[in-house]
DNA sequence: ATGGTAGACCTTCTA
């Protein structure tokens, strides 16, 4: 079973590149981040002639999840509990129904910048949820992927240049220190567990040519609750396809399970 | 100290 994610960047700018990779990467499972439209402007038909099942929770201009699956995709969750107000599309779950069932999110988590403004409380505001739904999932003893772009650093090996993120949302020490509590729970960081290479990032500004310099991060993570993570094989950053033409700025991130 | 690029979309916001 191959499962990956896939932060975008606008799936209608990205289509032809989203489509060829996943003619040739194949993922049984994939998440999708900033998808940038509302779901009657998401481009189903293109994946369904692939083969995918398709749930979209979209949302115009801004943020927006989606999941593909070669499975039947079944109970659906569209956002995290606990909504109060919050109307960013940035959570997607489903249980994927394969032989060995097991549940799967596409999640997006806010950027935060800048720091002491509102956006970094509602960050960490809704790390807190993720933190209580994640809690609630292991609850499940069920094989459970919580993937997607977490917009956190989880250490400076994760960073080409860490001491230039410092003042950055992304690596400040609440958010990464609400990272690891949703580790601590029992998460599996797939990437990690398996051993990641050196520059193992998933992410490359646009900005001063970041992805030809390597001044990369990590912040596109697959995490595994125990039941999932006694089954993973192997997980990779495909980051050869942050180096195509019109790329998006992250690259995907694949796990293989024994599932 | 702040601009660089990309995407959505209407002029500026988000990342």
Redesign the pocket.
């Known amino acids: 079973m191959k499962i990956a994610t896939w932060n975008v ?2 799936i ?3 289509l032809e590149n989203v489509v060829a990779w996943l003619r040739e990467a194949e993922p049984d499972v994939v998440g999708f981040q900033e998808l ?2 509302p779901d009657e402007k998401f481009p189903r038909e293109a994946f369904e002639s692939l083969g995918y099942n398709v749930e979209v929770h979209g949302q ?4 927006g999840v989606a999941i593909l699956s070669k499975f039947p995709l079944e109970d659906v969750r569209r956002g995290l509990p606990e909504a109060d107000g919050d109307d960013h599309a940035r959570y997607l779950e489903a249980v994927v129904a394969a032989p060995s069932p097991f549940r799967f999110a596409s999640l997006y988590l ?2 935060g ?1 800048p720091i002491g403004t509102e ?1 970094f409380a509602y960050k960490l505001k809704w790390m807190a949820r993720l933190y209580h739904h994640a809690a609630d999932l292991l609850a499940l003893e069920e094989p459970v992927a919580l993937c997607g772009d977490y ?1 956190v650093i989880p250490e400076p090996e994760d960073a080409d240049k860490p001491e230039s993120w410092t003042p950055d949302a992304l690596f400040q020490p609440e958010s990464r220190a609400a990272w690891r509590a949703i580790k601590w729970l029992g998460y599996t960081d797939a990437q990690a567990e398996v051993g990641r290479e050196p520059h193992g990032y998933t992410f490359w500004d ?3 040519n970041a992805y030809e310099r390597d001044h990369g991060i990590r912040i596109d993570h697959i995490m595994l609750s125990p039941q999932a993570a006694d089954r993973l094989r192997a997980c990779e950053v495909h980051r050869h396809v942050r180096g195509r033409d ?1 790329p998006s ?1 992250h690259a995907p991130v694949m796990a293989e399970l024994d599932l």
């Open positions: 960047n606008s209608n700018a990205r940038k439209c115009k201009s801004y943020n806010p950027n910048n956006k917009n646009y900005f001063r019109k700025d």
